[in-house]
């Protein structure tokens, strides 16, 4: 078992000679070092350059776990990233391998105090927050750059993107300046090439006063034959009001998969792979747009300037799951929750957390229904796992918390796994999101999220306020 050594300080004035002295010891043949603040992952190249050297059996061997990096979720995020390679790390003082059975519950503990961390520090934040406003003086931070200042640069035809480069700033905030605001919002869900439901939508909430649209992403996709459906012209209007500034949006799963599906990976072949259900589901976009065609090429370059989640003063968008965990994950690499083209394979592969916190964010968690047990989706595809109601705090039963099921009632009424994390935090921020086909009538489940995918009874909501209210909630 190659065994690879990696030893950090965080300053000239420190001395890496013992670290090196013990990986020699503990046989490492080849040891990389740096000097860099183990705050995160970022300029940290010698400890990039191993995980990319490492190979399945190789170790990866540090002095103490804290060389690894002062995050317990960046030091768990790097754990699985070796176990997806089939590496190990080990770890001298105190012993610790994650090789072999024990590996496993070591990854386990580790998420969990990456958890616990992650908590404390936002309650800290939160009390430190509220004993400021008590006392009157919290005024949020200071920002920047003036949303003025923004908004008339993009008066002037300049790009989003080219705004937050010239001015230093994340293309969140020039999204913010744009479209911002705390109400009066017009927030719709899944379109899937349908062009009468995006403007039946878009004019009844004009005609409630609403000027501004929150998109959730799945504008694509229509999955039947019906001649009255549009990618191309439903694609246009979105990306109009977009650019316009009278609209944002997430990107949902069909864009993610037609991103990976018009993309070709390392081996000559796309990412997601042309089977017969791949492109059944892909179908009214190829027979508009085709594959490999320049339109095609550029919905996809746009498919990926759309950004996974966002967050504004009152509210936040995602088209599946607000995961924070997920979203810190890829914040630490996205912080403007934009993918990039290096980083589709890993998304494809769903081997990494990044990957899986990707997944997990357009296609919602999902869990395995006990041994046996399986249902069929609204599109007649086999199912063993299941789609959870993240937000119904109350849930039980399968039956109780499973989506997307067209009769639930195959759901066993059993428990659900006492393990099962799914819930939302009710002091949270209020969240809209989309991807579920949700049976029955539009309806308010919860106070801070509230999922708008009602095919069969499309709607949208009317945001006025900052508590949700079911006259908001409009049919269309």
């Known amino acids: 078992m190659p065994k690879i050594g990696y030893a950090r300080v965080s300053s000239s004035s420190q001395d890496l000679d013992v ?5 020699k010891a503990a046989g490492c043949e080849v040891i990389r070092s ?9 300029d940290r190249s010698e400890l990039a350059t191993v995980m990319e050297f490492l190979r399945d059996g190789d170790e990866l061997v540090v002095h103490r776990l804290d060389r690894l990096g002062r995050s317990t979720r960046d030091v768990l995020n790097l754990v699985h990233e070796l176990d997806a390679k089939g590496a190990s790390l080990r770890v001298l003082e105190p012993e610790v391998t994650t090789a072999g059975d024990m590996g496993r519950m070591v990854i386990s503990v580790l998420g969990m105090v990456a958890d616990m961390e992650l908590k404390f520090i936002r309650d800290r934040q939160r009390a430190g927050i509220e004993a400021a406003k008590g006392k009157g003086v919290y005024k949020g931070r200071r920002k920047s750059v003036d949303d003025e200042e923004i908004r008339k640069l993009a008066g002037e035809g300049i790009a989003k993107a080219q705004i937050a480069r010239d001015l230093g700033v994340s293309r969140m905030t020039v999204y913010r300046a744009l479209v911002g605001g705390r109400t009066n919002w017009g927030v719709i869900p899944d379109i899937h090439a349908d062009p009468t439901l995006l403007n039946t939508a878009t004019k009844t909430l004009q005609g409630d006063g609403i000027e501004r649209f929150a998109f959730l992403g799945d504008f694509i996709d229509a999955g039947t034959g019906d001649a009255s459906h549009d990618d191309l012209a439903v694609l246009r209007q ?9 609209a944002c949006a997430v990107m949902g799963n069909h864009e993610l998969n037609a991103i990976l599906f018009h993309t070709i990976g390392e081996d000559g072949q796309p990412l997601r792979t042309h089977t017969e259900k791949n492109i059944k589901q892909h179908q009214s976009f190829i027979n508009q747009i085709g594959i490999g065609t320049a339109e095609a090429n550029q919905w996809i370059e746009w498919f990926l300037d759309l950004p996974l989640w966002l967050e504004f003063e009152a509210f936040r968008l995602v088209h599946a799951y607000w995961g924070q965990t997920d979203i ?10 934009r ?36 249902f069929e989706d609204f599109r007649g595809n086999k199912r063993f796992d299941v789609r959870v109601a993240w937000w119904r705090t109350e849930a039980r039963t399968w039956q109780d918390i499973g989506l997307s099921v067209s009769d639930p009632s195959v759901l066993p009424k059993a428990s659900l796994p006492s393990r099962l994390e799914t819930k939302y935090p009710i002091e949270a921020k209020l969240v809209f ?22 095919p069969n009874n499309p709607c949208c909501y009317r945001m006025t306020e900052e508590a949700l209210d079911p006259r908001n909630l409009i049919q269309l």
């Open 433 to 454: 999101c989309g991807h579920y086909k949700m049976q029955g009538m539009p309806k308010i489940e919860t106070q801070n999220v509230l999922c708008l995918d009602y």
């Open 19 to 23: 670290q090196k002295a013990k990986l």
């Open 339 to 374: 993918l990039k083209r290096e980083d589709l394979a890993e998304v494809a592969t769903q081997a990494t957390p990044f990957g899986q916190a990707v997944q997990n964010l357009v296609c919602g968690p999902e869990i395995p229904l006990p041994d046996g047990l399986w």
């Open 34 to 42: 740096e000097t860099v603040s183990g705050a995160s992952r970022d």
């Open 238 to 246: 979105v990306k109009a009001l977009i650019d316009d500034g009278a």
């Open 328 to 337: 810190d994950v890829i914040a630490s690499r996205r912080p403007d929750g």
